[in-house]
């Protein structure tokens, strides 16, 4: 594997592991950014297996400096979906996470 490639792969499964355990908080900022963040991976992935068939023509695309550009976009997309509303997952995440850690008192 390219080490470019191993980089952006260990970055994304260390984001992606940090999303799994959330931390408990009785902030709502801190819940309602926890539950944006949820969002805009969510929508990361739902974009990156949508173009995961995509392949690239001409003699400059393709190769490993397209993926990691590619997943980078994605990432990118992904934030700035959220930031504009999402799918409106967000909201349901943050009052499901302030609902849990009321009941596990």
Not at 9 to 20: D, G, I, K, P, Y
Not at 69 to 77: K, T
């Amino acid at each position: 594997m390219n080490a470019d490639l191993q980089i952006a792969t260990t970055a994304r499964t260390a984001l992606q592991s940090a999303v799994a355990r959330p931390m408990p908080t009785k902030d709502q900022a801190a819940a309602a950014k926890a539950a944006k963040d949820f969002e805009a991976v969510f929508i990361t992935e739902m974009l990156g297996s949508m173009f995961s068939g995509v392949k690239s023509d001409g003699p400059f695309g393709g190769g490993p400096g397209e993926e990691i550009f590619r997943s980078l976009l994605l990432d990118r997309y992904g934030q700035s979906l959220a930031d504009q509303g999402g799918f409106g997952i967000a909201d349901t995440v943050k009052r499901q996470l302030l609902a849990l850690q009321e009941n596990s008192r």
